[in-house]
């Protein structure tokens, strides 16, 4: 590649070639390394992210899933040359190899929620209200007394209700999946967000089972997304 | 002033109407894959975002994007939501780090 980059879509087992176009049409090759290869295209510069070409990154790797195991890279990994990627998956083989026989056969499905803002004690889940003391009922019987101690009761119900909704819908999705991640992040307290590799027979099963879960979760909505090629189960350590 | 704010306005609007165009290609793709009804339609770009952003495979070489590029992919993708805030309230989405100023002109 003379001045130009390879931009690389995903590293797989295999790859067919077929009537799949990377971005801005251009043609798709694959750079062997022993078992793995990674599905490239040639680019005069690197592709800047936009979200058509996000969404073209995603329909590239999508159409690569549907005949191969495959690791989907990360928007915007380029290379120089075939010979630099060479070496990069020479050196990264053993890894690669066993990661695509993680995923293989499964998908990545999304699950997010957010929890309502400071939800009042009675309006949802009897349950949760039962986690109060005897001491922090008082408290809240009569907040305008303690005001500085219903706050922090707030937030820890807050957080115990957040923790109490991970637990009641992450345990019985992680439960169907290969393997799965929380994703919440610090900065979101009241955001659940977790992704499942899930077999693919197992897809429509999940699905229903969200479906059950959002009709006892009252106020909480939960949101379903995929399926999607793994990126969030490319590594060992999921993340 | 207020000229600059229609023009502002229409622009915002072709960006939807493009985006939606797209989206929608994106729902029939999906369509023909293996779970149909799971893909939801505004959530699937947040979802989008966070996994070919900070998900998938880094390899050595050269990552295009810089933290601040990141933070403006998502800047672009607010704008083309139509409804940020019921998003963020029902989808499990915060993208307030992106700030203040930014949420005030969401569509």
């Known amino acids: 590649v003379s001045g130009g980059v390879l931009?690389?879509?995903?590293?797989?087992?295999?790859?067919?070639?077929?009537a799949v176009r990377g971005l801005h049409g251009a043609p798709l090759r694959a750079v062997e390394c022993g078992p793995v290869q990674a599905i490239v295209s040639e680019h005069a510069v690197a592709p800047e992210p936009d979200?058509?070409?996000?969404?073209?990154?995603?329909?590239?790797?999508?159409?690569?899933?549907?005949?191969?195991?495959?690791l989907p890279m990360r928007f915007g990994n380029t290379v120089a040359s075939p010979g630099e990627l060479e070496a990069i998956l020479a050196r990264r083989q053993a890894e690669f190899a066993a990661s695509l026989e993680r995923v293989r056969g499964a998908?990545?499905?999304?699950?997010?929620?957010?929890?309502?803002?400071?939800?009042?004690?009675?309006?949802?889940?009897?349950?949760?209200?039962?986690?109060a003391s005897p001491g922090e009922r008082q408290?809240?019987?009569?907040?305008?007394?303690?005001?500085g101690t219903a706050y922090l009761l707030e937030r820890a119900r807050e957080q115990r209700r957040g923790e109490e909704?991970?637990?009641?819908?992450?345990?019985?999705?992680?439960?169907?999946?290969?393997?799965?991640?929380?994703?919440?992040?610090?900065?979101?307290?009241?955001?659940?967000?977790?992704?499942y590799l899930v077999d693919e027979e197992v897809v429509e099963t999940f699905g229903e089972r969200v479906g059950k879960l959002n009709a006892t979760l009252g106020d909480v909505k939960l949101s379903c997304t995929g399926p999607w090629p793994p990126y969030s189960f490319v590594a060992e350590e999921p993340g | 002033m207020s000229r600059d704010r229609a023009q502002e306005d229409r622009r915002r609007a072709q960006q939807r109407e493009a985006w939606q165009a797209r989206r929608e290609a994106s729902r029939q793709r999906q369509e023909?894959?293996?779970?149909?009804?799971?893909?939801?339609?505004?959530?699937?770009?947040?979802?989008?975002?966070?996994?070919?952003?900070d998900g998938g495979v880094v390899i050595h070489g050269d990552i295009t994007l810089a933290v601040a590029d990141v933070d403006l992919v998502y800047v672009g993708l607010r704008a083309l939501i139509s409804s940020v805030e019921t998003i963020e309230r029902e989808m499990g989405v915060s993208l307030s780090a992106a700030g203040p100023s930014l949420k005030a002109s969401a569509l």
């Open chain 1, 7 to 18: 931009y690389v879509y995903a590293v797989a087992d295999s790859f067919s070639g077929g």
């Open chain 1, 51 to 70: 979200e058509e070409l996000l969404w073209a990154h995603e329909q590239v790797v999508e159409q690569l899933m549907e005949g191969a195991a495959i």
């Open chain 1, 107 to 131: 998908v990545e499905l999304s699950v997010r929620a957010q929890l309502p803002e400071a939800a009042a004690p009675t309006d949802v889940q009897p349950k949760l209200e039962q986690l």
């Open chain 1, 139 to 147: 408290v809240l019987k009569d907040p305008a007394e303690h005001p």
């Open chain 1, 165 to 195: 909704i991970g637990e009641l819908v992450h345990r019985p999705l992680a439960a169907l999946a290969r393997r799965s991640v929380l994703k919440a992040g610090s900065g979101e307290p009241r955001a659940f967000k977790a992704a």
């Open chain 2, 32 to 53: 023909r894959g293996v779970a149909r009804a799971l893909r939801d339609r505004d959530v699937s770009l947040l979802d989008l975002v966070d996994r070919l952003l």
